[in-house]
């Protein structure tokens, strides 16, 4: 945890509005955050851009000016483009106002899905180092992510439900599309390999429905794939799930619709910091629920990379 100086009176707040969010959601709490910003003194200022080559622009303009902290009203992808926007500017502070279709990230720093409540919370928050997840995709980019990101299903589910279910919210948006990924994906051939802070590298290969590197316990809504996971320690979660016939799909389904939950001998876990994932065929690798490019990729741990504002309580101050 950090300590941060009192805010400068010539630099407000800075919240850029992903009107998309949460199938417009963002877009409809603007007027009530404005209203609690009244009520409370709250020095902030609300931008909405128009395009994501507009965001990059203005929210580096804004770290350039020397706003100190600038956060984003939106779901968990808003928050990956602030922080890929911004990943050289360190020493800001970034923030999120939960208004996404699943808000994973919240749920990880402890914050509610409300984002009025979220801003009243903060006013009293304490700055908080976070790990990230850099990725390289096979045409070379990269890209930073926070919470969670695969191959397999879940990367076919991320897509239709950008898509197809993109004005649908919660955890119904991601199992229904789920559901339509499982009928047309087939089970993957991965080769894995990884290390965990150790000199040795460790490999894998196998038939899986959906391989997934993990920051945070949950992803998808709050699935929780990877529960023992922290934000803060330096290390991913990778989350093997192999091919399941349908009677244990079935067996699986009540637990994962009630609890996120996913409990199968068919589900191995591994702690790492670093891994590279090959599959037979270029397959699509989504990040926090955005299509990031396609496999072979390469991932490692950034610790303790990103200066976040959490509420008073939250798990990353541990």
């Not at 970034?94 to 409540?117: Q, T």
Request: aromatic residues 6%.
């Amino acid at each position: 945890m950090d300590t941060f100086p009192s805010r400068p009176f010539d630099f407000p707040d800075l919240v850029f509005v992903n009107p998309a969010a949460g199938g417009g959601r963002a877009a409809e709490t603007v007027p009530s955050l404005q209203a609690f910003a009244g009520r409370t003194g709250w020095p902030v200022e609300f931008r909405q851009t128009s395009s994501a080559r507009e965001f990059v622009t203005q929210a580096q303009a804004a770290a350039i000016a020397g706003h100190p902290r600038i956060f984003v009203l939106g779901g968990d992808g808003s928050f990956q483009d602030l922080v890929n926007a911004l990943a050289k500017f360190p020493e800001v502070v970034l923030g999120i106002l939960p208004a996404g279709g699943g808000n994973d990230l919240a749920d990880s720093i402890g914050l509610p899905h409300n984002a009025v409540r979220a801003a009243e919370l903060l006013q009293n928050g304490e700055v908080c180092r976070m790990d990230a997840v850099r990725v390289k995709t096979s045409d070379g980019a990269e890209r930073i992510y926070t919470g969670g990101g695969g191959v397999g299903l879940d990367a076919e589910a991320s897509y239709i439900a950008a898509t197809r279910f993109r004005k649908l919210t919660g955890r119904s948006r991601y199992l229904l599309s789920a559901a339509m990924a499982f009928i047309s994906t087939r089970p993957i051939s991965v080769s894995v390999r990884w290390s965990s802070g150790e000199p040795e590298t460790l490999s894998l290969t196998a038939r899986a429905l959906l391989l997934a590197v993990l920051n945070a316990p949950s992803y998808g809504a709050g699935l929780r794939f990877a529960p023992a996971a922290k934000t803060n320690d330096g290390l991913l979660d990778l989350v093997l799930v192999e091919n399941l016939n349908l009677l244990e799909i079935l067996r699986a389904l009540p637990l994962l619709i009630l609890r996120g939950e996913v409990r199968s001998p068919r589900v191995k876990r591994f702690r790492v910091d670093r891994v590279i994932i090959e599959t037979s065929v270029p397959c699509r690798f989504h990040g926090d629920g955005e299509i990031l490019g396609f496999t072979p990729v390469e991932i490692a741990v950034l610790p303790r990379a990103i200066r976040i504002l959490c509420p008073p309580g939250s798990p990353l101050r541990a």
